[in-house]
């Protein structure tokens, strides 16, 4: 692969900065992803129930592993791995359904040792399959990619709403057991009256759900959000998501909904330990699930990857590429080991090499340095634990409504007027992929090990889509510009 500037003596990827002016676009990079970065162990680590110290090592975790695969794929290791561009790697929201479902099925430890298994798994059989992807790209055209895009945004906006009104259970779950009722319940089963197989409904209103308070949080880091993104210029507007969370996390600090009791005891420096919730649990049907999340995952950096090397003049042949997608596998591979998740190039900071115009991968690998250094600092991911979720959700509806929005961007470049038949691929994908969301219970009668597998509307919608892509429109060959312009209707997801 030779530089497009190469008889100009000077190539802007290999420029090497200043040091000051290398660490604070590096910061600048870092500050783009942090919000997207730390969203993901939020919701994972939520859902599986963990406690508030291990929802903060997943945080911990995630930011170190986010920095190491980073500076893989940036600086490069062997002619194997790295494709050696101004990358920043990140945890794709791809994989959010799914391990949701997983966590939902199996909540605890037990359940994270299922998932970092599966992720495991699926890291190094995506290693494998990175040299084939221009052969699978023909089976994931635009309307396979925009459509399975929309359903992981609709799929996930139930949680930004969850997070703003108070989650469906717990302690700001909508309605409460009447604490008299569960009095006479107690003294009833005492007196041998009534079995222990019999369980009070919750019918008391909770207060804490949908509380005004709430709503006022949530409403105020959606507005700024949305202000910051108006009028802010240039880099404020890039991080208006982060800078939202920032007001929100203040607004609730001083109406004292924060605690910063987690924070005082974490600790300033702690090193990220492998395994840390024990040996993983390798399941056939969840890893099946991931795999297939990684195949959709290295078909958006296939796109991405090749429109970045526009940005940068430089020729993205195969074996540069194929180098490229074996980090995404390799990543999500340490992901697992290190206790956290699959991993791809985030795009929004691919936008930000286009809008500062300084293409230097060693920018990238600044911030791959500067994020290993936060994951080292327990006190940090605490303090972003310590944020209640009614300020994550004004901007989880914003992150998850893009990730909507951008599948309809890409489904917009596909041809329904002239191709009927794709609206079929699309509504029909779509519906299967609602049925979890609108009937979770709908599994019930079927095999409990295909539960996992059928409970992740993503995975259902992606497999409906390729297999009615190709009853309708059969295989057709992709070729790399189709990519690269699904890559250009992508950057944010």
Request: proline residues 6%; charged residues 10%; aromatic residues 8%.
């Amino acid at each position: 692969m030779q530089p497009a500037q190469e008889t100009a003596g000077f190539d802007p990827v290999e420029e090497k900065l200043p040091v000051p002016r290398l660490t604070a676009l590096g910061l600048q990079h870092v500050l783009v992803m942090y919000a997207g970065a730390v969203a993901v162990p939020l919701i994972v680590g939520r859902a599986l129930q963990l406690s508030p110290q291990d929802v903060a090592f997943l945080i911990s975790a995630d930011l170190f592993v986010c920095g190491v695969v980073t500076i893989i794929q940036s600086f490069g290791v062997t002619q194997w791995f790295g494709i050696k561009l101004p990358v920043m790697m990140g945890v794709t929201f791809a994989a959010v359904g799914p391990m949701i479902a997983i966590a939902t099925s199996n909540p605890g430890t037990d359940g994270a040792r299922m998932m970092f298994g599966a992720i495991m798994a699926a890291g190094v059989i995506a290693i494998f399959l990175a040299p084939l992807m221009g052969k699978l790209l023909r089976f994931f055209p635009s309307v396979v990619t925009g459509t399975v895009i929309l359903v992981i945004g609709v799929s996930l906006l139930p949680v930004g709403i969850n997070w703003i009104f108070g989650l469906p259970a717990g302690p700001t779950a909508p309605q409460l057991v009447d604490p008299a009722a569960t009095a006479w319940l107690e003294q009833a089963r005492a007196a041998g009256e009534v079995p222990e197989s019999v369980q009070l409904a919750p019918t008391v209103n909770n207060p804490e759900y949908a509380s005004l308070s709430r709503i006022l949080i949530g409403v105020v880091v959606l507005g700024s959000i949305l202000l910051i993104a108006k009028f802010g210029r240039g880099f404020i507007a890039n991080v208006a998501v982060l800078m939202g969370i920032v007001v929100g996390g203040v607004l609730a600090a001083a109406m004292g909904m924060m605690h910063f009791d987690q924070i005082g005891e974490a600790k300033w420096f702690a090193l990220i330990t492998p395994l840390h919730f024990g040996m993983p649990i390798f399941d056939p049907i969840m890893i099946l699930t991931m795999v297939l999340v990684m195949c959709v995952v290295m078909i958006e950096s296939t796109g991405m990857f090749l429109a970045l090397g526009e940005l940068c003049g430089r020729k993205i042949e195969r074996k540069n590429l194929t180098a490229g997608l074996r980090v995404d596998g390799l990543g999500t591979f340490i992901g697992g080991l290190f206790n956290t998740f699959p991993y791809t190039s985030f795009s929004q900071n691919v936008g930000l090499v286009g809008v500062t115009g300084v293409r230097s991968r060693f920018v990238c690998v600044a911030a791959g340095v500067i994020l290993i250094v936060l994951g080292l600092i327990p006190k940090m991911a605490a303090l972003v634990e310590s944020l209640p979720t009614t300020v994550l959700g004004g901007a989880g509806l914003v992150m998850f409504g893009m990730v909507a929005a951008t599948g309809i961007r890409i489904l917009s470049t596909v041809d329904f007027k002239g191709n009927r038949h794709n609206l079929f691929i699309v509504a029909v994908s779509l519906g299967l992929g609602m049925i979890p969301m609108v009937a979770p219970d709908f599994n019930q009668w079927l095999p409990h090990s295909l539960h996992t597998l059928i409970h992740s509307g993503i995975l259902l919608a992606a497999i409906a889509a390729v297999v009615l892509n190709w009853f309708f429109n059969g295989a057709p060959k992709s070729n790399e510009a189709d990519a690269a312009e699904a890559a250009r209707a992508a950057e944010a997801h």
